[in-house]
């Protein structure tokens, strides 16, 4: 299927849909956000990566800032961090420089890598929209942890590529149906910037607040 560009949606959400998908919904489609302390630590850092006039060249290296891309065929765009241009004869050509160039994204986050794969299904969707970007394959992609100050090389597979097709068209569901789906308690809950807004403790035992409510005005009407 390929998305008309008024549906595209943001390329950052897949990583939140992949991890919670109220969390995305609340985000995406009611518009609701709350920073906290990591969110704000994330902006800081992203500063320097988002500044498309920082670029930098090393020996056989470009490294270039802040690329809007977009994918038609997953229906998403966005801003990458920052792409690594490596010399290669097998690689692509870039206006103003001579040669050819293989392209390879390092995505910043935070923290320390995870356990799950939502940093990793967001890697592999911006690759896939550098792809059809610059019209190329491209077989590896890159994290870097700041709090580790870790580099993590990840290979871009056709297991990969398959989920994150499969991710991409279930938000545009989502997003097509307004569905925020119900929210559930996690022990990475307290964790979310939007935990004072979806409050899953509560959604959870609504049905002992349905009783509680509903006990308290019957004590009040035999007042």
Not at 5 to 20: K, R, V
Request: glycine letters at 6%.
């Amino acid at each position: 299927m390929v998305y008309a560009e008024e549906d595209y949606l943001m390329l950052s959400g897949i990583q939140h849909f992949q991890f919670c998908k109220r969390q995305w919904g609340l985000i995406h489609i009611d518009q609701q956000w709350e920073d906290n302390e990591a969110t704000a630590h994330g902006q800081v850092l992203h500063k320097k990566a988002d500044n498309p006039y920082v670029k930098e060249k090393r020996k056989n290296v470009i490294i270039s800032r802040a690329i809007h891309v977009s994918s038609p065929n997953l229906g998403l765009y966005g801003i990458l961090d920052v792409v690594e241009f490596h010399k290669d004869a097998a690689g692509v050509t870039l206006k103003g420089r001579r040669g050819k160039w293989r392209p390879a994204i390092v995505e910043y986050k935070r923290g320390q890598p995870k356990k799950d794969t939502r940093d990793i299904v967001q890697l592999v969707a911006q690759t896939i929209c550098l792809e059809e970007t610059l019209s190329c394959t491209i077989d590896v992609g890159y994290l870097y942890y700041h709090k580790v100050n870790q580099k993590k090389k990840i290979e871009i597979t056709p297991t990969l590529r398959q989920e994150v097709f499969k991710l991409a068209q279930e938000m545009h569901a989502y997003y097509e149906g307004k569905q925020v789906t119900k929210a559930e308690y996690f022990k990475n809950c307290q964790l979310c910037s939007l935990a004072n807004i979806c409050l899953p403790r509560l959604s959870k035992k609504s049905r002992n607040i349905d009783n509680y409510i509903a006990l308290a005005l019957k004590d009040e009407g035999s007042l």
